[in-house]
């Protein structure tokens, strides 16, 4: 399970519970031409780690 027990945590992209691949194809059907994510701060990691973790995610997963 991606949610702790005791509340919510914020992640890097991919490994939270937001269906990513999901929100992508939305934006893709309707035409949007930019998609922007914003992150407060990370659980756990430094906010460097963070965007270095969803930036890999992005890059493995939808070859952006």
């Not at 490994?15 to 691949?21: E, L, N, T």
């Not at 963070?50 to 969803?54: E, F, I, K, R, T």
């Given at each position: 399970?991606?949610?702790k027990?005791d509340?919510?945590r914020l ?13 992508l ?9 930019l ?6 701060n990370?659980t ?5 780690d ?5 930036r890999?995610?992005?890059?493995e997963?939808?070859?952006?």
């Open positions: 399970d991606k949610k027990a509340g919510f992640v890097p992209l991919g490994q939270g519970c937001v269906d990513f691949p999901a929100v194809s939305a934006c893709e059907e309707i035409g949007a031409e998609l922007i994510v914003e992150q407060d990370f756990g990691i430094s906010p460097l963070g965007m270095a973790q969803s890999r995610y992005l890059a997963t939808f070859g952006l």
